[in-house]
């Protein structure tokens, strides 16, 4: 039921979410040695997930990365307080930061495919989606990591008819703090607080002024909420399908 509530929603909606294109700039960096990583079968941090019909939940996302300016700064932020969140990762940023992406998975994060470079998919041919999403699946794979469930369209860009070959269930965001416009990490802090609600997906980026909002920003919001993963949020399965904006 709350899928379908969902899908009648999406239809009344702009397809184009503003989606932060501060990454289309971003510095190149020196990537993290990929040598040595070790070989052996990664174990995931369990812990019981909440159920967020009964209990106020929030879900946490962060688009764009991985980032050698602060995905680790978001990893360690979220570790402090034993909270959960999810990391949409671009396929051409994987390369050399195998290490960020194997920590996110061990920690208990989503790990989302958020296309090869960021490309508008409402433009693509179905061929062109299918690459984009495999070639991504394969980088993060290649990690040591399971290939991604859940795909975000950059730019929240999306159609319902792209459900036709996109087979994973399709995340985009009731709140949007637009963190990637501000300068100052107090200002991302409060806006996110002010906006967080139970049952919201909060689309935010992962970059060096959001990852310094964090530590703060988490320890606050588990006055009041439980910070899970998406998929614990929206209770997904392996089957799970359809497009979702939050509970
Ligand atoms: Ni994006």
Redesign the pocket.
């Known amino acids: 039921m709350r899928l379908v509530f969902t899908l009648l929603f999406l239809v009344a909606l702009p397809f184009t979410f503003a989606?932060?294109p501060w990454?289309q700039s971003r510095p190149e960096l020196a990537p993290e040695t990929s040598e040595n990583l070790p070989t052996d079968k990664l174990k995931v941090h369990s812990r019981p997930a909440p159920n967020c019909v009964k209990v106020k939940c929030l879900a946490l996302t962060f688009?764009?990365g991985p980032n050698p300016e602060s995905t680790n700064k978001i990893l360690a932020a979220l570790e402090k307080e034993d909270a959960r969140a999810s990391f949409?990762f671009?396929g051409r940023y994987v390369k050399g930061q195998e290490r960020s992406v194997r920590r996110a998975y061990v920690d208990g994060d989503d790990i989302g495919n958020?296309?090869w470079d960021?490309t508008d998919f409402t433009k693509l041919k179905p061929s062109q989606i299918k690459n984009e999403l495999l070639k991504t699946g394969l980088a993060i794979e290649n990690t040591g990591v399971p290939e991604p469930h859940l795909f975000?369209p950059?730019?929240?860009a999306f159609r319902l008819s792209m459900l036709r070959y996109i087979h994973v269930p399709v995340i985009l965001w009731n709140v949007d703090p637009k963190d990637w416009a501000q300068k100052d990490p107090k200002a991302i802090a409060k806006i996110v607080e002010e906006q967080a609600r139970p049952g919201a997906i909060i689309v935010m980026?992962d970059r060096r002024l959001t990852a310094e909002a964090l530590t703060k920003l988490i320890h606050n919001l588990k006055k009041k909420y439980r910070l899970v993963t998406v998929t614990e949020l929206l209770n997904l399965s392996p089957k799970s399908k359809g497009a979702y904006l939050g509970l």
Request: glycine share 14%; no cysteine; aromatic share 14%.
């Open positions: 989606d932060g990454h688009d764009d949409f671009i958020h296309s960021h975000r950059p730019y929240g980026h």
